[in-house]
């Protein structure tokens, strides 16, 4: 297959997807009622401005229902909503972005001020889908498809018959000093040996991330611009923390609304804030919005002239706000032009901050997190790439069938390991997360028994079983879909868990140390609400999927599934279960009904490994 084919065929994928998005949208408005789509997490009703502040330039609104917890679980950080009334959406209802999530508040950020009503009494926050994500990756793929730094790609990019990439003899250096195990050097050594792109790959606790932090150091000694993004926010803001620990200029693009608040002087923002030409500026907005102010003022009043008068005002008012955005323009490319490192989202790579501007290099963490479109936008970019992640954990979100079916969640990442193997990567295979005991399974399963645990982190343990696992067979813990959703739920085996969970905090160990996950949202929501208090107290409750990248001393992870026909639905990814098994350092519990998941192979050797080291429990022991 040809590149310009396999193009087309991601376009189609790529549409197929984003129909089904706005189909889902539409279906939940549509079908479900407002107490439905909160039970979905899709909503969060009768809830009042509590707080009105600002961040970052734009108006910030915290709504709540006077201390009490809050439903819509999928509206989170960075999360885009729009406020409505309860039997009315106004024609001025404004969108905005969540810059904060609490149990019991979240606060939104807004670019204007929004409409009165939105503070004055009660509104709902509704989840929105955004079109903006979906037209920048087709944009990528028409550019990558027909510009010169699209074409400069497509030797290494073509399917089958697609070119190795390409290397030089010896590293470019500087040599800088680092603390790397031997597999982290050989990969450092491999990216900066790049001539068009190399692959770092990651499996849990194994310090990808450091290396980049190494490949972007060297970069920045040689005086390269570097460009550093990542699928999530949240994996954007982990390289923004390290880069500006080991001293680098970062500059972070991206709305401050989904930046963590301890980063937001590393924002675009907030660095042109603080520069003169922005200064300025502000002061030409003042003054120019003074002047409309006193012109709607004298169009009121009566007499000659007020009418050309205001005119007059109006025009001076345009021009001081056009001079204002050139000086901004001007603040805004010199914050950008001094950076070494500047870090966005990938889908915020073709934000109207970043037009034009090119970088040497550029960086993907978790690439393996990305649809392949996603990615070119950060080659597109770049002369050279490097890019990290692990493609026996979660692969990108796919919510069509008919994408997923046409290989939209097959990463960039996994089709070059898959076309190239080791002649483009090196896989770490030295983890510093987890105890020998929890590592042991992962590794003999999904990566042929190359992992090696760290001696700092072999033995770290809380008790004497850093591996348990809780088989449920037999209790009647039977899995449910609750009315209204679409996911599943194990009330029996949810309250086990949450069992397991007091017993671990009743042995010492603070709520924040602890997390319990499961891979069903449904299931989720009920243990947030066994867990109520304990989650005030810091412990998190998380889906797999959400936990990605993560880790705590203890981890409690909830199957949920448990029917007669041994059907594990989405299970069946094991590379959801590799993410799961992974994320505790010193204890894993996992708590599910054995009799149904075993008719699984992978779980089955799963079981059959915690047998062999005396991990296994029966539920009735309990």
Known sequence: MDLTHHLDRLAALLAAEREEERARFAEAKGRLSLAEREARGLAIADVE??????????ALVTFGRGGR????????????????????????????????????AVAVAFDEPPPDWVTDGRVVLELEPSPVTWERLSGGLRRLRDDRAGKRWHAVLAPGSGAPPRFLRAPRGPVLEARLNPEQQAALDLADRAEDLALVHG???TGKTTVLVEVIRRAAARGESVLAAAPSNLAVDNLVERLAAAGLACVRVGHPARVLPGLLEHTLEA?????????????????????????????????????????EQEREARALLAEARRLEARAEAEVLERAQVVLATLTSLDAPALAGRRFALAVVDEATQAVEPAAYLALLRA?????????????????SAA??????????FERLVEAHGDRARVMLAEQHRMNARIMAFPSEALYGGALRAHPAAAGRAIDDAPLELVDTSGRGFEEETPEGSDSKQNTGEAELAAAEVRRLLAAGLAPADVAVISPYDGQVQRLRQLLADEVEAGLEVDTVDGFQGREKEAVVVSLVRSNEAGEVGFLADVRRMNVALTRARAKLVVVGDGSTVSRHPFY??????????????SAWER
């Open 49 to 58: 401005a509590q707080d009105e502040g600002a961040l970052a330039g734009r």
């Open 271 to 311: 660095r042109v804030e603080a520069h003169e030409a922005a200064r300025i500026a502000q002061g030409l907005v003042d003054q120019a919005l003074a002047l409309r102010r006193d012109a709607r003022k004298r169009r009121q009043k009566r007499g000659p002239g007020r009418f050309s008068a205001s005119r």
């Open 69 to 104: 917890p809050l439903p819509g679980g999928r509206i989170g950080a960075g999360s885009l909503v729009s406020v409505a009334q309860r039997r009315d959406t106004p024609p001025d209802a404004p969108q905005g972005v969540v810059a904060r999530r609490t149990r019991t």
């Open 203 to 205: 499996p849990p606790g």
């Open 383 to 399: 002369d050279r790439a490097v890019l990290a992640g692990d493609h026996l954990q979660l692969p990108p979100t796919v919510l």
């Open 403 to 412: 994408a997923q079916a046409g290989g939209l969640g097959v990463s960039l």
């Open 604 to 617: 089955r050797s799963f079981l059959e490994h915690a047998e062999r080291a005396g991990a296994w429990r």
